[in-house]
């Protein structure tokens, strides 16, 4: 496990408050984590600074906006050859409803997760996009019949 910033009890418990709710303003996150608002600002400012907060971000409920269907995607390639992966993963980042992307190891090269509207939306993307991109010799689809846990954050231990 790589770690690059060393967190303290103060630094973890900042990081689930705003798991829980990222637009917390600072005066509440500091007296949730027992900090005047100057202090918990300065931290807030460190762990941004430093990249362990990456991004503030909305979750936003797929079935809300007519994307209810999620789709895991087991992509293979014709090869390993860094070319290959980097046009591959250039051209992944185009196709619409990707919502992850995951180099793996094991039996495919790629793992994708997919947001579409059903069946006949997938359909279309698969045809259009994932079929067409760089080396892909063989795809394998796993339609989700329901989430079970979805976490908007990382559990901080």
């Known amino acids: 496990m790589i770690v690059t910033h060393q967190l303290d009890r103060t630094d973890r418990a900042i990081l689930a408050a705003l798991g829980t709710n990222g ?6 996150l500091a007296e949730k984590v027992h900090l005047s608002p100057s202090a918990c600002l300065r931290r807030l400012r460190r762990l941004e600074d430093s990249g362990v907060i990456d991004r503030y971000a909305a979750v936003i409920d797929p079935a809300k906006i007519g994307k209810p269907t999620s789709v895991f995607v087991d992509i293979s390639l014709s090869s390993q050859r860094d070319d290959l992966l980097d046009s591959f993963e250039a051209a992944v980042r185009e196709v619409p409803g990707v919502m992850s992307c995951h180099l793996m190891a094991g039996d495919a090269d790629y ?11 997938y359909e279309r993307i698969h045809r259009s996009h994932l079929s067409r991109l760089p080396g892909v010799i063989r ?5 989700a019949l329901r989430t079970v846990v979805s976490k908007p954050a990382y ?3």
């Open 23 to 28: 637009r917390i303003s600072n005066v509440a």
């Open 111 to 121: 793992v994708v997760q997919i947001l579409c509207a059903d069946v006949e939306d």
């Open 139 to 143: 795809l394998r689809s796993s339609f």
């Open 155 to 157: 559990e901080i231990e």
